[in-house]
Each structure stands twice: as structure tokens, then as C-alpha cells.
């Protein structure tokens, strides 16, 4: 009896699957599973639009009616505790097993955790689902001093909101910059001057030597060099680790995040992990990337739809990535790691431009602030591989529409 594709996670890339698999002519059963008990919805919007709004809800990514219609067996609020290769079926920590033909792990990552004393003080949140955005929502009402630990995307966003809420906000970063590598140098002091026009205070290259609290609720947040930064609420988004412990305990090789070959399948032919938790070969980078991002999973979604249906090739999707920083968008295409020379359109006063990172002629990755057409026209320059002089780039995106054929 055909037993079919089992998905672990039903995040963007999990349910992105089961929808392609239909598309691509699969007939056989797809069971979705998920720990969370509800429809899976977007997760961009709990640290944009969920957090501003109170009236907002979760935006759902397909009505249930959706899967009902496309035949995809929805098991939401359940947890898978195990992996049996031989058997070819996951095990429910609530007891009873699913088997599989093939398996497909989308289990996202979770959130650091800070180990500082004062990390079990009431007043602490970070953002990964649906109830932690609720939970962090409903605190900041009361919350007038609010510590932001961790300079990166999801930080930031909630920051800006907090800071436009009329809260007072503190981003503490212990790198000598806010988002880190994430974006080129001069975005990132972008946003920090803009950040701190909305009046956060910005503290970079700090460290952090303990939180402090009150009758078990934190108060403060006291920096290495013994100042004291008031907190009545502390977001922390200090990054996020794989869930690859199933994926480990069943014996697949790991290394931050499930290490998959090129078709996206794991050191066991029979099971593909896709989204945050895979790290794959890039082919563009030339090197193993785990990336988190929306696009990342659906697109690994489609690839792996096909190749279970017969359809091998490499995963070679061009990445991009958005993120809502209070009144800036910024939109990234490709990936900069080997880049050693770098362009900026846009006058130097410009709040909207771009950088293009360049590995000698050699166009890598595209930053864009505020310019949503020159990034879409930056992801299909670097899918085409067609690198633009720096007499291009001044010409502007017009002439850069020619170059990919309009
Ligand atoms: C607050 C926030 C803001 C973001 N903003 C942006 C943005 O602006 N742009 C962008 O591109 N990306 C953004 N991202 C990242 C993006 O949401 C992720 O990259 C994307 O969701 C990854 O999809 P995924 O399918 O790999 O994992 P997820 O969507 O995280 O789904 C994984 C699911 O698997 C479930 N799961 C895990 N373990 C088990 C288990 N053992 N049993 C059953 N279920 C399990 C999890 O609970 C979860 O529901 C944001 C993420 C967050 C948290």
C-alpha cells in the first residue's frame, strides 16, 4: 500500500510543499504535521503588522478548505518525538506512528536562548510563532522601558514598532555594528542613523554582564562597563539554531542544520529537508548556506515537489530576502560573502539605493533600501549571471532593464 509523503513542520515550506506536489501530479497521501495548533499562517508579519495592530490577526497562508480540496491531511498541535528510518515512519510524542515512502523535514529553528543570569526573570520574550507575538503584544501595553538584545532583522523591526508606540527603546549589540553581515556596512549605518532619528538609543560593541529584576521581573539590563539600561520588557533576538535533533537522533548527518546534497536530499535518499533548517550547497556562493528566509523555503518547497516526482535537477534559486524596518524596506538578492568591491547607486543623501557587491566584475548580491524596482530587477541580473559595469549602474535601472532584455 502506498503510504506516501509524510511533512514534519508546517511553516512556509512545509505547507508550500504539499500544494506543489499536488501541482506537480502527486496522487498518493500527503500528511502535514505540525506541533502548532494553528492553520499554518506568515510568519514575517508577527514582528511587522501582528505587533503595531492589536485588531490584526495571524494571516493564514491558505484557508483550510485549501488542503481539504487538495487532499493534504492536516495533524496540527502534534509533535513529532521520532524518526525510524527502518520502519520509514515518525512517531507522535503523544503516542502512535505515521509511515512514510517519502519524508520531508521542515522543522524551521528555534530562537537562542540568553544564558545571562537574570534569563529566567518574567518580562523576557523573543518572537518565533503565532504565541509568542501574542504573548509579547499584550505585555507591551504596560512596558514603558523596552531592551532590545541582538541587533539583527526580527529585533530591529519590533524596535522600530515599539519606538513609534512611544516606548522608550534600547538595542544593545555586541558586534561593533547592528545587522551584523546580514547587509553591507553602509545599509547597516543606514538604519542606524534613521533608528536613532526615531530616538532608540543604538548601543553597538556592547556587552552585556547580567539582567537584573524586581520580585522576579526584570528591571534591568546592566551592560560589561556597569551601566544600568532600565527595562520593564526585554526582547531578545540573538539568532536562531536548526530543529535538527530529529534528523540527528535518527542517524542523518548534521551540521548546523540537516546537511543535504544539491537535490535537497538528506544522507538518507528517502527523506529532503528544506527552509531553516537545511544547509545546502549554493551553487552561486560555492559554499554550504543555511538560510532563513521566506523565499528560501517555499522555492526549496517547489524543488523538491519535483524531484519527488522524478524531476532531478540542482537547486539553484537565486535568494532574496525583505525586511520592514519602520519606515525603510529593505530587499536583499543574492548572497555577498566573496564580495570585495562594492557600488552604491543613489545620492549620497538618498534615503533609497542600493549597493551591489561585487567579487571582482563578478555581480554577487544586491542591498536595497526603499528601491523595490531596482531590487526586482537586481534578482534577475544575478539569475542571468549578467554582472553591470559601474557605468551601467549609473545609467540606471532603465539601462539595467535592457541589459536582462526588459
Ligand atoms: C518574527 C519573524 C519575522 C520574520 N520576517 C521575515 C521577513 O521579513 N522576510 C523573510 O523572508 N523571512 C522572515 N522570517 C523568516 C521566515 O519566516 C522563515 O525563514 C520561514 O518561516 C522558514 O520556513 P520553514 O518552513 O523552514 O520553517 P517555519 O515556517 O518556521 O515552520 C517550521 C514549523 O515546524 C514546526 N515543528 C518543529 N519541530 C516540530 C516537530 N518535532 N513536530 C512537529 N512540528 C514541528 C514548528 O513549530 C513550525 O511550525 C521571519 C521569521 C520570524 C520568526
Known amino acids: 500500500m502506498q503510504r506516501g509523503v509524510v511533512i514534519i513542520g508546517a511553516g512556509h515550506g512545509g505547507s508550500q510543499i504539499g500544494f506543489s506536489l499536488r501541482q506537480e501530479g502527486y496522487d498518493g497521501p500527503i500528511h502535514l504535521v505540525s506541533d502548532e495548533p494553528d492553520l499554518p499562517y506568515h510568519k514575517p508579519p508577527l514582528s511587522k503588522a501582528y505587533l503595531k495592530d492589536v485588531s490584526q490577526d495571524v494571516q493564514i497562508l491558505r484557508a483550510e478548505k485549501a488542503y481539504v480540496d487538495a487532499r493534504i491531511e492536516l495533524a496540527l498541535g502534534r509533535k513529532v518525538e521520532a524518526i525510524d528510518r527502518q520502519a520509514q515512519a515518525i512517531r507522535f510524542a503523544e503516542g502512535g506512528k505515521l509511515r512514510y515512502d517519502r519524508l520531508v523535514i521542515a522543522t524551521g529553528a528555534t530562537n537562542r536562548k540568553l544564558t545571562l543570569t537574570g534569563h529566567d526573570l518574567e518580562g523576557l520574550h523573543s518572537i518565533r510563532t503565532r504565541a509568542d507575538a501574542a504573548h509579547l503584544r499584550a505585555a507591551m501595553n504596560t512596558a514603558n522601558d523596552i531592551a532590545v538584545i541582538g541587533g539583527g532583522f526580527i529585533g530591529l523591526e519590533a524596535a522600530a514598532t515599539f519606538a513609534l508606540l512611544g516606548k522608550s527603546v534600547t538595542v544593545i549589540e555586541l558586534a561593533p555594528s547592528i545587522l551584523g553581515r546580514a ?78 546534497d544539491a537535490t535537497l536530499a538528506s544522507t538518507d535518499p528517502t527523506i529532503f529537508a528544506i527552509g531553516d533548517v537545511a544547509n545546502f550547497p549554493h551553487a552561486q556562493a560555492g559554499r554550504r548556506v543555511r538560510l532563513e528566509s521566506v523565499q528560501n523555503a517555499s522555492d526549496q518547497a517547489k524543488h523538491v515537489a519535483k524531484t519527488i516526482m522524478g524531476k532531478i535537477e540542482d537547486y539553484r534559486e537565486t535568494p532574496w530576502f525583505w525586511s520592514d524596518q519602520g519606515p525603510m524596506k529593505l530587499q536583499m538578492a543574492g548572497l555577498s560573502f566573496e564580495a570585495d568591491r562594492h557600488v552604491r547607486t543613489g545620492a549620497p543623501d538618498d534615503p533609497a539605493f542600493s549597493v551591489y557587491h561585487y567579487a571582482g566584475d563578478r555581480l554577487l548580491a544586491v542591498d536595497s533600501v526603499n528601491r523595490p524596482g531596482e531590487h526586482m530587477v537586481a534578482r534577475r541580473l544575478i539569475a542571468a549571471g549578467i554582472s553591470p559595469s559601474a557605468a551601467d549602474l549609473a545609467e540606471g535601472p532603465e539601462r539595467l532593464k535592457n541589459l536582462i532584455g526588459r
Do not use: M, Q
Request: a negative charge; charged letters at 20%.
Open 183 to 260: 547587509v553591507s556596512p553602509v545599509v547597516a549605518a543606514h538604519v542606524d542613523a534613521e533608528y536613532r532619528k526615531l530616538g532608540i538609543r543604538v548601543l553597538t560593541a556592547t556587552g552585556i554582564d547580567r539582567l537584573e529584576g524586581e520580585a522576579g521581573k526584570v528591571r534591568a539590563v546592566l551592560l560589561a562597563d556597569g551601566t544600568a539600561v532600565p527595562a520593564d520588557l526585554v526582547l531578545v533576538g540573538i539568532g536562531a539554531t536548526a530543529n535538527d535533533a530529529l534528523a540527528r537522533d535518527a542517524g542523518l548527518t548534521c551540521d548546523n542544520g540537516i546537511v543535504v
